[in-house]
């Protein structure tokens, strides 16, 4: 059963998803992530989605990828790239929380003029 009212038409919904590197050894910034659903540890990223709900339809409108914040848990680190660049905002962007890549996709959706209640 949905905990949203009836009356709310318009929601953004954040999946916290699992993206699987299994097979992958040598991928730049690939971690040691907890899988909750087979309680084991995988080589994977996290990957944060947010989509627009209207109770009907989703619809994933901006995404990123995390790996892991400890660099402990790296399994493969990247070779060395310049801040500046597109590449290097993206892996910088990779080692924040959860909680601040989940506020950058809300801020960077609302320019766009989506919006929800």
Known sequence: MSSIPHTVKN?????DSLFDRSCSSKTG????????????YKRAYRMLTLGWSDRNSFLPDNHCLLSA????NLLCEASAYDGRS????????????ATEGTLEL????????LSAE
């Open 29 to 40: 910034f690939l971690a040691k992530v907890f899988d909750h659903c087979s309680m084991k």
């Open 86 to 97: 597109l590449a290097g905002i993206h892996r910088k962007h990779s080692h924040r929380k």
């Open 11 to 15: 929601v953004f919904i954040i999946d």
């Open 106 to 113: 809300i801020q960077a959706v609302k320019r766009t003029g």
């Open 69 to 72: 914040e400890d660099d402990r």
